[in-house]
């Protein structure tokens, strides 16, 4: 049943790796303080671009950007332009471990066991990736670090998902959010990318209207619902507009801090500053 599942999976895959090489040559580094991970479920989906690759306990070499690509779905992790490991692995098994950070028990496509562990730092921000098995070896990839003064210049752009306190609609009047990360096909199942400052995305909202980089739409509508999402348990709630015009809705899912955690509209997701 296994090998089943695991060629499906490939198979799938396969026919997305031309669009993903194209994409990869335009990619930036991925950073350590990208995204905070609360739980393994958060890493579907995710692509990280490392900047330092290790072979055993060898010095680190650095990559350019895009060289290597660490791509997640839910049953598979691949990692694109790596000669060392070539092939897709089937996750078997994933789980959290507190000393660690997150664990994929990992297979070949000859049923060959591997693991991969997500090291987190002491804020839960994913700074390594360690790979071993008896036929593949042992590899370390490194996430890209920002000085400070890059994040001072991050935090005073982009909005931080703490800034606001947000239990209803009426706490997001006369604010705005410039977000940091999207994803452009949210159906398709795009990538989450950068935004740059000159992408001049943001979200203004007033009490009749929400002004966007995409347009101003009426907003016929608020209403707040509990909600929750199985890969990101730290949903508790989804603020639902109903928009004149040719978006009809937004979405705007609370976290259980009660701040934005990311918005939904149309088939787009934008992500605020972790």
Known sequence: MRIILFLICFCSLFC???????????ME?????????????????QVFVPA????????PNKLNAGKVVIRFSNNQVIFEGSKELPEPFFISNKYQDR????VFELMDKRNRPAKLKAVLDKDNYVFLFYFYSK???EHSYYLAEKSAYELAEDKSYFTSRSKYFIRSYSNLVNKKITPYTYVADLEGGGDQEKIRKDDNFFFEFQEKQLVTHKGTFEIKNAKTF???LKENPAIKARIELDLKGKIKKAFIYINFKKEVEFIDIGNERYFLLP
């Open 226 to 228: 509990e909600y929750q």
């Open 135 to 137: 036929k593949w070896g």
């Open 16 to 26: 997305t790796l031309s669009q993903h090489s194209l994409a990869q040559k335009n």
């Open 29 to 45: 580094y991925s950073y350590i303080s990208d995204k905070k991970y609360r739980t393994v479920h958060e890493f579907k989906d």
């Open 52 to 59: 330092a690759y290790q072979l055993k306990l060898e010095e």
């Open 99 to 102: 000393k660690v950070g997150f």
